[in-house]
Nanobody, 116 residues
Framework: EEQLVESGGGLVQAGGSLRLSCAASGFTFDDSAIGWFRQAPGKEREGVSCMSRRDGSTWYADSVKGRFTISSDNAKDTMALQMNNLKPEDTAIYYC?????????WGQGTPVTVSS
């Protein structure tokens, strides 16, 4: 069974940092794109960042550009999202995914809460 297992969410004050991690279980990323999405209370799920494992190109939502960094460890089939200078509006459930348009496999979600 293909699964993505996430870790790293939590509670942080505004201006702080968190690092989310995601590991594949039962499959490998191969050349698939990887991405992070989030869903805030009462809002639709939105894309945060996406990365091509073929050429390393990345995409970021305007709201997180310059603060978040997506990365992938090709040898371990893991991905990460480094989040710096967090803001209260970043509060959401964060999901990792394989493929971005559309996502093919989803993680279970990890909550991130940013207090002001």
């Amino acid at each position: 069974e293909e699964q993505l297992v996430e870790s790293g969410g939590g509670l942080v004050q505004a201006g702080g940092s968190l690092r989310l991690s995601c590991a594949a279980s039962g499959f490998t990323f191969d050349d698939s794109a990887i991405g992070w999405f989030r869903q805030a209370p009462g809002k639709e799920r939105e894309g945060v960042s996406c990365m091509s494992r073929r050429d390393g190109s990345t995409w970021y939502a305007d709201s997180v550009k310059g603060r978040f960094t997506i990365s992938s460890d090709n040898a371990k089939d893991t991905m990460a999202l480094q989040m710096n200078n967090l803001k209260p509006e970043d509060t959401a459930i964060y999901y990792c995914a394989v493929e971005c348009y559309p996502p093919r496999v989803w993680g279970q979600g990890t909550p991130v809460t940013v207090s002001s």
